[in-house]
């Protein structure tokens, strides 16, 4: 009863405080971003300048093979500007550095490739084709898309020579040396040894719906991590907990009692979130079970950071170095190929994997579980640490 | 209704102590006034007594509950009026009453009544934040009155009221006198506790210096004194004398043959003279 009358009244005045309100804000603009801002499936519309130095029978045979695959298509030619512009080019292999340096603006007119999905006939690249290297390399530059050109060597096999802007990846630059290798020998020899994990949930989650478990796990359990203390600082300055104090009530039930608030704030922001943009998708009563336990230990880890402050000053160090480890496991989900097992002991790892789970179709159901009894066995033996530590430093 | 035995507390847990081996026992029925300038010990103490501090040294019973073991039913017995209020701010005045209620095991007293009796009546449905600091005040004491304690502690209940309000909180602290509570009133202010005190303790660097009744201090220390107001070239000089003080009486005496006396008035020495008299400091 106790209990139930101070969960009521935390969430009379949360309902008129300024926090609540922020945590549903950000919920609602995590919902409008992934609902008008992410497209489910996005092209990626690449742009590329290219000059063809081969006979024309033979560019027409390459292209007319992709036309002829669906994987391009003719668009009609466009008049392209040349802006004046100088810069230098290195060779990587000669190291020889050439320099460029236009003062007239010029106008070309470039053919025009369209490259398309072949299973959706969405456009996913344009390539323009000059007619000359000069213009080529200084569209390249200008507009910092990758350009190329195509001849034929001494002995009338295709050669390519590819212009990039310097930020590509060294493994960008192995794939194109790889593309253009001609004697599988060279790599055959590794694909043994290499290791594939296949990106299983990016093939269930369209993109807005990859970006969910990241949105409620931020918006929803993190966020119970701050708000929650900042509740108690809020208290602490009203100096209404040294009233309470002076009651027979206990100091957990006015500590659970701010965590049920929270629990609560949480479920309503991981629903406005979660259900617009997943629908009858996922097992509700799962999620709603992740939602909770893990909503539980983070705020029970806020309330002992708070219960070492005196103030939500005092305690911003500490919230700093928290924050930033507890968002590194972002990195993880979003490159997968950046997994190292020090980032597996960081609780919002297994929370970002969890809501994963739940939300693709046919989802580890067994890990969800796994984890919201670690959360909820957590939660309860951080609550007690702080429930401990309260009792001597809740009133000072 | 408390024994206090031996009490020390230092809040650095070495040899500075903020209370330094004090003893006294408040009697049930009994109004006991904690006096001393600020920083002397009285808070600390308080806070003993009420459970915000935790008890170091020393042997401490509060109504009947001894301190070194935890007994949270305690708080059904006990109201506590803070110095600084401490209301939700988000929360009505009735809301806040309301809330707290829930907390006691207790029957409790009716909201509207103890918000119409601290004068905030048409206030109940008002959020707290909205109130001045003497209505939250007001409603800071009304809140320690819900459970109708058997015991209540008292900082400085009149602080920051306006006289007619002040005098109202002393009419509800003396009907509560009258119905058998025991009350703890901490305060620097001598005439609150002379007026509604049985017995007072004068407390100073964290060590009580006398305990007795306010008629007894002015018994033993207080002297008769005069106050005499007259005119010396051209200017009015004032001087208060003791009437059983030799010295003094010559005084009186060349003053009433050699000046033109003004006024001239007898009166008793105050708790707070007497508390300078004993403890050689002032009370600010």
């Known amino acids: 009863m106790k209990l139930l009358s101070s969960y009521i009244k935390e969430m009379k005045i949360a309902a008129r405080g300024f926090y609540f309100y922020v945590e549903l804000g950000i919920a609602i603009i995590m919902l409008l971003i992934l ?358 430093t809740l009133t000072v | 209704m408390i024994s206090v035995k031996n009490l020390s507390h230092s809040y650095n847990k070495d040899e500075t102590k903020a209370v330094n081996n004090i003893s006294f026992e408040v009697q049930k029925g009994e109004t006991f006034g904690f006096l001393g300038p600020s920083g002397a010990g009285k808070s600390t103490t308080q806070n003993i007594l009420t459970g915000l501090l935790k008890l170091q040294q020393g042997e401490v019973t509060v109504g009947g509950f001894d301190l070194k073991k935890v007994h949270n039913e305690r708080f059904n017995k006990i109201g506590v009026s803070f110095e600084q209020s401490n209301v939700y701010g988000k929360l009505t005045a009735k809301e806040n009453l309301k809330f707290y209620a829930k907390l006691f095991d207790v029957e409790t007293r009716d909201p509207d009544e103890l918000i119409a009796l601290v004068g905030l009546q048409g206030k109940e449905k008002v959020r707290a934040g909205e109130f001045s600091k003497g209505m939250k005040h007001r409603l800071t004491f009304a809140r320690s009155m819900l459970n109708n304690p058997e015991l209540w502690f008292l900082d400085e209940p009149t602080t920051g009221l306006d006289p007619a309000i002040a005098a109202t909180i002393k009419d509800i602290i003396r009907e509560q006198q009258k119905k058998g509570t025991t009350s703890f009133l901490t305060t620097h202010n001598m005439f609150i506790a002379d007026e509604l005190c049985d017995r007072v303790a004068f407390i100073i660097d964290g060590e009580i210096k006398l305990i007795d009744t306010p008629k007894n201090l002015k018994l033993e220390y207080g002297k008769k004194l005069i106050d005499i107001e007259y005119v010396k070239d051209d200017k009015i000089v004032k001087e208060t004398l003791k009437t059983v003080d030799e010295h003094d009486k010559k005084r009186i005496s060349e003053i009433v043959n050699a000046y033109d006396i003004r006024t001239m008035h007898s009166k008793e020495a105050t708790l707070e003279e007497i508390f300078i008299e004993v403890t050689g400091r002032g009370l600010v």
Do not use: C
């Not at chain 1, 990241?214 to 708000?227: P, Q």
């Not at chain 1, 796994?370 to 429930?387: C, E, I």
């Open chain 1, 35 to 392: 609902l008008f801002a992410i497209a489910e499936n996005p092209d990626s519309k690449s742009k590329e300048y290219l000059f063809n130095d081969l006979p024309d029978a033979m560019t027409d045979a390459f292209v007319e093979e992709d036309i002829e695959e669906g994987v391009a298509r003719w668009a009609d030619d466009a008049e392209l500007t040349l802006k004046p512009i100088a810069f230098e080019i290195t060779n990587e292999e000669t190291g020889e550095l050439a320099s460029y340096n236009y003062d007239e603006e010029k106008i070309v007119t470039a053919r025009v490739l369209e490259k398309v999905n072949t299973q959706t006939g969405a456009l996913t690249g344009t390539t323009y084709i000059l007619d000359n290297e000069e213009d080529m390399i200084r569209l390249s530059y200008a507009e910092q898309a990758i350009g190329a050109t195509t001849s034929l060597d001494d002995t009338g096999r295709l050669r390519y020579k590819y212009y990039l802007q310097g930020y590509e990846t060294d493994r960008m630059v192995d794939l194109l040396y790889v593309l253009h290798n001609e004697d599988p020998d060279v790599f055959a020899a590794s694909f043994d040894s290499q290791q594939v994990r296949t990106l299983d949930t990016f093939g269930t989650l369209n993109s807005r719906q990859g970006l969910v478990p990241l949105f409620v796990a931020f918006a929803g359990s993190l966020m119970g991590f701050f708000i929650v203390m900042a509740y108690i600082f809020l208290d602490k300055d009203e100096g209404v907990i040294k009233a309470f104090a002076v009651t027979p009530s206990s100091v957990w039930k006015y500590l659970l009692s701010k965590t049920m608030v929270i629990m609560t704030t949480v479920v309503v922001s991981s629903s406005i979130i979660t259900i617009p943009v997943m629908g009858g998708q996922p097992n509700y009563l799962l999620f709603y079970l992740f939602v909770i336990t893990t909503t539980f230990a983070f705020a029970t880890l806020g309330l002992l950071v708070a219960s070492f402050s005196k103030s939500l000053t005092q305690a911003f160090g500490a919230l700093f170095v928290l924050a930033i480890m507890l968002m590194l496991p972002a990195f993880s989900y979003f490159i997968p190929s950046f997994d190292p097992v020090w980032l597996r002991f960081f609780p919002t790892y297994p929370v970002l994997q969890g809501y994963k789970e739940i939300l693709v179709v046919g989802g580890n159901v067994g890990y969800v579980l796994m984890y919201s009894g670690v959360f909820l066995v957590g939660g309860t033996l951080l609550f007690l640490l702080a429930n401990i530590k309260f009792k001597k």
